[in-house]
């Protein structure tokens, strides 16, 4: 079991930035993923960013170069970086993480861009 808790949501002008962080229960270091997902108002749930193991970061094409992933193992702690927020950002974060082949997830955190 990994229990995540995602944090640094909230409401920002576009062009503003954000950075959310998930914090894990235990080590994800052997993941064979993690990363975030979003879901916005009538829109199905889309990944944002992700690191596969043994890979490097991918992006959601509209978030590269604004959006950046990255972990500290020591903590077991993920976060992505959001630059340059447009209103079509608007969602709720969800962090994950892939232990086997079973996904965890956090309970989301809010992110709200104004025009």
């Known amino acids: 079991q990994v229990q995540l808790v995602e944090s640094g949501g909230g409401l920002v002008q576009a062009g503003g930035s954000l950075r959310l962080s998930c914090a894990a229960s235990?080590?994800?270091?052997?993941?064979?993923?993690i990363g975030w997902y979003r879901r916005a108002p009538g829109k199905q749930r889309e990944l944002v960013a992700a690191f596969s193991r043994g890979g490097g970061a991918n992006y959601e094409e509209s978030v590269k170069g604004r959006f950046t992933i990255s972990r500290d193992s020591a903590k077991n702690a993920v976060y992505l970086q959001m630059n340059s927020l447009k209103p079509e950002d608007t969602a709720v974060y969800y962090c994950y993480v892939l232990m086997g082949i079973r996904n965890y997830w956090g309970q989301g955190t809010q992110v709200t861009v104004s025009s």
């Open positions: 235990r080590s994800t270091f052997s993941a064979n993923g």
